[in-house]
């Protein structure tokens, strides 16, 4: 079976519970970018090895936190070897707004897979937009490119929307039937 690598930093708890269930999905390995930016030495070894990496970063002021960005800096070091070339790619955010500027932290994670020489995989799923829809339909916020999810400003990670989280989770099972698919290249 393909190694798949969620690595991720939540600075409130919410990204992390959609890490988890993006992890859940795809039957990979949680690494949590720490509250200073640092990635523990076996995760580095864990991404090393992995077929698929999956980015998870909340949206701060329009675009990952600061300890995604410094997880992203540190990847210059694998990068310089393009040691994670042809390894597939795929990323989800969060924030408080709908919209949010979400899609820009999306951007980032494709560009960040890009510079690796990655293959990008996006959700795969049709948005819940009709006039029936709901809430907690699958891919209610209508993402293409990475899986999105919204949590009220004043609402704790218990209270994520069960959607937002079936959402990630089949996300993280698109990411692993793919990578079967593919295989390591
Ligand atoms: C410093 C900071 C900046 C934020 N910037 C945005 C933003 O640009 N757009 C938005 O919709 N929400 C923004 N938020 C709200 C967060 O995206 C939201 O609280 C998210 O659930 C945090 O995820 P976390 O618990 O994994 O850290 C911001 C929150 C913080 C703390």
């Known amino acids: 079976m ?40 076996a995760g580095w070894e864990t991404l090393a090895g992995a077929s698929a990496i999956i980015f998870g970063s909340p949206t701060y002021m329009a675009g990952p936190s600061w300890q995604f960005k410094k997880f992203a800096e540190a990847s210059s070091k694998p990068w310089f070897s393009q040691a994670w070339k042809n390894k597939l790619f795929a990323g989800f955010t969060n924030s408080s707004s709908i919209q949010g500027d979400k899609q820009v932290t999306l951007d980032y994670l494709f560009h960040l897979a890009m510079q690796h020489g990655g293959l990008w995989v996006g959700p795969g799923m049709m948005p819940a937009n009709s006039k029936a829809a709901t809430r907690n339909d699958v891919n209610w916020i209508g993402s293409f490119s990475g899986a999105m999810a919204q949590s009220p400003s004043d609402a704790s990670a218990a209270e994520m929307f069960a959607g937002d989280l079936q959402t990630c989770k089949q996300f993280g099972q698109r990411v692993a039937e793919i990578a079967a698919r593919i295989g390591r290249i």
């Open 2 to 41: 393909a190694e798949i690598a969620v690595v991720f930093h939540s600075g409130y708890g919410h990204t992390q519970r959609l890490a988890q269930a993006v992890a859940e999905g795809a039957g990979a390995r949680l690494i949590a970018i720490d509250a200073a930016g640092d990635v523990p030495a």
